[in-house]
């Protein structure tokens, strides 16, 4: 039995996020994108809690349901604070078992002096060891997973606040740290690169504030979806495979100084350093160059399914981006809407036309542009695109028919 999870999403209450990510919306487009387990989003926050107990169903097993979608009870916090005589700046995605269990970590907060009404992130005056500490004082279930860990400014590793091993950050509390999420700007390869990370489950998830946006990366687990099944899978690796963005899409991939419109690979900084050529200011170091700094093992070339027993990955292209390209309009366009919307209630779930619709299929589904859509997929599934990376917040391009053809990629075939 397999199951896809995105369990790092948000509600409207989080900053930054769309209007539109409410309980119904969540769930219609879970079953739209293919995503059988959501997290719940910004747990903390009293109207969203509010909402939570209204509207999720409990099933018994640690898990909740709404519209026929499966809940895990997850939310993303921002630790900020002093550790080894630095600042810190840490996001870490939060489980727990229950609501009463929830209620019992927003008492924790409150009386800490937390203030959970404004952002559905909280920023927690606390480190991330001593918040786990906190979850686990709850309820010893509870687990996290330290969310896009190599994004500069909030990622576990980050070059701006984070630390060189969980170890240093979690301390004492590392057992309780479940997985890794990569972050839109890496992939599971960029991972395999730190020994440190060799026992640890990588898993990639979505980080939506929108709803178009769900699902651009998630982990299809293997076993019981369950609370406890979920914990397992995690401790196991029971992972069948993750569905990444092109790493190079994300928008902390490259070193760079966007103000100047400068985005440097780690061989420029090895070079040339790490002030921005045009105004002499310090650059935002980028994942590659960070993993770079961590890293032992020299990088992989080729997308495949690793030694080792580590789980396969996928490099997928929206299917919206695809259809813009086909149509030649933005990926917002209504036509493009309209389409992906036929597309889905025609073949299945956006996953499925993406990674299994036979392409002849594809092509029938839709009149007109159908026959260079497959064509489109096909290229998807062969990572045959060009991505100019993103650098210092600003995201990456992708385009599924490029001008210049030069970067390709290999991937895998998953079974």
């Given at each position: 039995m397999t199951y896809s999870a995105d369990l790092h999403v948000h509600s409207s209450?989080?900053?930054?996020?769309s209007r539109e990510l409410n309980f119904e919306n969540l769930a219609r487009w879970a079953r739209i994108k293919g995503v059988d387990l959501l997290a719940s989003a910004?747990?903390?926050?009293?109207?969203w809690f509010s909402e939570s107990k209204a509207k999720l169903v409990e099933r018994g097993d640690g898990l909740y349901e709404h519209g026929g979608v499966k809940f895990a009870l997850g939310s993303e916090l921002s630790c900020v604070a002093r550790v080894g005589g630095r600042a810190r700046r840490v996001h870490v995605l939060a489980f727990a078992p229950s609501l009463d269990t929830v209620a019992k970590i927003i008492r924790a907060l409150e009386a800490r002096g937390a203030k959970l009404n404004g952002d559905g992130r909280p920023t927690l005056r606390m480190s991330p060891r001593d918040m786990l500490a906190m979850l686990l004082d709850a309820d010893p279930r509870c687990f996290v997973i330290p969310a896009h860990v190599?994004?500069?400014?909030?990622?576990?590793?980050?070059?701006?606040?984070?630390?060189?091993?969980?170890?240093?950050?979690?301390?004492?509390?590392?057992?309780?740290?479940?997985?890794?999420?990569?972050?839109?700007?890496?992939?599971?390869?960029?991972?395999?690169?730190?020994?440190?990370?060799?026992?640890?489950?990588?898993?990639?998830?979505?980080?939506?504030?929108?709803?178009?946006?769900?699902?651009?990366?998630?982990?299809?687990?293997?076993g019981e979806p369950s609370y406890g099944g979920l914990v397992e899978a995690l401790r196991s690796q029971h992972i069948a495979y993750t569905v990444e963005m092109f790493p190079e899409e994300g928008k902390y991939h490259n070193s760079g100084h966007r103000r100047c419109g400068v985005s440097l690979a780690p061989e420029d900084v090895a070079?040339?350093?790490?002030?921005?050529?045009?105004?002499?200011?310090?650059?935002?170091?980028?994942?590659?160059?960070?993993?770079?700094?961590?890293?032992?093992?020299?990088?992989?070339?080729?997308v495949e399914t690793p030694d080792g027993g580590r789980p396969p990955y996928r490099s997928l292209v929206s299917l919206r981006q695809a259809l813009s390209e086909v149509m030649g309009v933005g990926v917002g366009a209504k036509r493009v809407t309209s389409a992906y919307m036929r597309l889905v209630e025609s073949l299945g779930s956006?996953?499925?036309?993406?990674?299994?619709?036979?392409?002849?299929?594809?092509?029938?589904?839709?009149?007109?542009?159908?026959?260079?859509?497959?064509?489109?997929?096909?290229?998807?599934?062969?990572?045959?695109?060009?991505?100019?990376?993103?650098?210092?917040?600003?995201?990456?391009?992708?385009?599924?028919?490029?001008?210049?053809?030069?970067r390709k990629r290999a991937q895998p075939l998953l079974i």
């Open positions: 209450y989080a900053y930054a996020t910004d747990f903390t926050h009293p109207i190599w994004t500069p400014w909030y990622g576990v590793f980050g070059s701006k606040s984070g630390f060189d091993s969980l170890e240093e950050c979690f301390g004492d509390l590392t057992a309780h740290v479940a997985a890794v999420e990569t972050g839109l700007s890496a992939d599971p390869s960029m991972c395999w690169r730190v020994p440190n990370l060799d026992d640890m489950a990588i898993v990639s998830f979505s980080d939506a504030h929108s709803l178009p946006k769900l699902a651009r990366e998630l982990t299809v687990f293997e070079r040339d350093g790490s002030a921005c050529p045009v105004c002499g200011k310090g650059l935002t170091l980028g994942v590659t160059q960070r993993v770079g700094e961590l890293a032992q093992r020299d990088a992989v070339g080729r956006e996953l499925y036309i993406l990674l299994n619709a036979p392409l002849a299929d594809v092509a029938r589904a839709l009149p007109v542009h159908g026959e260079r859509l497959a064509e489109g997929v096909g290229r998807i599934r062969c990572g045959d695109v060009h991505v100019v990376p993103g650098f210092d917040g600003k995201y990456g391009t992708v385009r599924v028919w490029p001008e210049d053809c030069s």
